[in-house]
């Protein structure tokens, strides 16, 4: 009996996308490996294990969604994984239960948020193996098109569709139990997760938080849902799904972050809540430019900025125009970001002194953390030094996560115009608040140390950091 090697069908199609990207199997290979870092996978793939793709092997449905993605960026138009003609029996591909055939996009497109969002749980509550979907990549092409609308629902704008009917059926009013004080009730979950993701990182409420999530997401989505408080509630969700987001993204894990970013914006325009909106397209614009996405990042500032209503609460407003600061300095718009930048300021100057809201609501640190940035992508690191001591010196002291993001960041400027022994002091403070959070980006801020400080080892600061980190990377700390 032959081989499977030897019975294998060349993937034409594969080959096909390959030439039509202009990209060699190296270059393609490297392309997977930038994706894979971006959801927290690290792939070793080269030229060779193209060259068995082409001859038919497959890998796993995760780097084909991979592949999907990275066609999708490099050819500006949708490549699905069915594209890729993976499908098929037997080879590394294989599914549980047997099933073999590539795995289908996800979310699917015409899935209504509530239905998103109670998906998007399961892989913080830690859902069956058998029951949980194969994590999906960031894709860019959410950014720029529209999800295809449901039968019946009319055509949403910037983060999807509107999920109601084009026209509302009529309801018959019944009793839900819902009154003032769920809308209160889920108001200061919201505040309480906020406030323990800042002072603790993602990590501490990632599955409490998704566990309340899944809950309001059944109420929601019940046949009594329907009722006069129904629009808080649904407000009250898109802030949940923001802060689901946010600890998604502090865990690397971007394709689901972005999903539950999308949601909390439809879930803020079925509400009739277009601050919840503006404020999920900003968190849009700062993942993009986290990932390196410039472009978009600040398209959707600008358009985050837009969509916010003249009532928008100072302290929010505030927290718009920053972003729109920091995507405006990297893309080159110098004058335009210093003028975000003053309209932040001003806006600043009106907002209550707690900071707003538990979603977007900013105070006078966060300003200073992002004028930093701003300076820093300007390429003025002194001033950025500058902002972030002084935002440090405004931060709570129980904020440990932000105060640690914001000393590691400060250490590498520092090093970067060589004052080595003031860097060595930020960092050390930047290992004691981590010590005290779970966050992913604390992990990844801290890993980046090593290779940083290496050339400097011979130095007494240096050689007792490297030794600090080292002993911490292996107690269990940041998880």
Request: aromatic content about 4%.
């Amino acid at each position: 009996m032959r081989s499977a090697s030897r019975t294998r069908t060349p993937n034409d199609a594969l080959r096909a996308l390959l030439e039509e990207s202009g990209w060699t199997q190296a270059a393609f290979a490297r392309a997977l490996a930038r994706l894979g870092a971006e959801t927290g996978t690290h792939l070793h793939y080269d030229r060779t294990s193209v060259a068995h793709w082409l001859r038919g092997s497959r890998p796993g449905p995760t780097v084909q969604r991979l592949m999907a993605e990275a066609f999708s960026r490099r050819l500006r138009r949708p490549v699905t994984v069915a594209d890729l003609d993976m499908g098929g029996t037997g080879g590394p591909g294989r599914r549980p239960h047997g099933r073999t055939a590539a795995p289908p996009e996800w979310p699917d497109p015409r899935t209504r948020p509530l239905d998103t969002l109670a998906a998007l749980t399961a892989p913080a509550t830690g859902a069956h193996r058998a029951h949980a979907r194969t994590p999906a990549p960031y894709r860019l092409i959410l950014l720029t098109e529209p999800k295809s609308a449901p039968p019946g629902a009319t055509s949403g704008t910037g983060t999807g569709t509107d999920p109601r009917p084009a026209t509302a059926p009529a309801v018959r009013a019944r009793p839900t139990g819902s009154g003032p004080a769920d809308v209160a009730s889920v108001r200061a979950h919201t505040y309480f997760f906020a406030e323990q993701a800042d002072r603790r990182g993602g990590g501490h409420i990632r599955a409490p938080l998704a566990a309340y999530v899944s809950g309001l997401t059944r109420r929601l989505r019940g046949p009594d849902a329907a009722g006069r408080f129904r629009g808080e509630l649904l407000s009250g969700a898109s802030r949940l799904s923001y802060l689901l987001a946010r600890v998604y993204a502090d865990e690397q894990r971007h394709g689901l972050a972005q999903r539950a970013f999308l949601t909390s914006g439809e879930l803020a325009e079925e509400a009739g809540d277009p601050a919840g909106s503006a404020l999920a397209r900003r968190a849009l614009s700062t993942q993009a430019h986290e990932l390196g996405h410039h472009r978009h990042s600040l398209a959707l500032a600008e358009a985050a900025c837009e969509k916010a209503p003249r009532d928008t609460e100072p302290s929010a407003r505030a927290f718009l125009y920053a972003g729109l600061a920091v995507a405006a300095a990297e893309s080159g718009g110098k004058a335009d970001a210093l003028a975000a930048l003053r309209r932040a300021e001003q806006s600043m100057a009106h907002a209550d002194a707690l900071g707003g809201g538990p979603v977007g609501g900013y105070q006078e640190a966060a300003l200073q953390y992002q004028t930093g940035q701003v300076h820093a992508v300007l390429g003025d690191r002194g001033g950025a030094i500058r902002e972030l001591r002084a935002s440090l010196r405004s931060r709570p002291v129980d904020e440990r996560r932000a105060r640690a993001l914001s000393h590691a960041e400060l250490a590498e400027l520092l090093l970067s115009c060589g004052r080595l022994e003031e860097a060595c002091a930020s960092w050390e403070v930047f290992l004691e608040d981590c010590s005290m959070v779970r966050s992913g980006r604390a992990r990844r801020a801290r890993e980046r140390i090593p290779g940083l400080i290496r050339p400097y080892r011979r130095e007494e600061c240096a050689q007792a950091l490297m030794a600090r980190s080292g002993a911490l990377a292996g107690t269990g700390d940041f998880p």
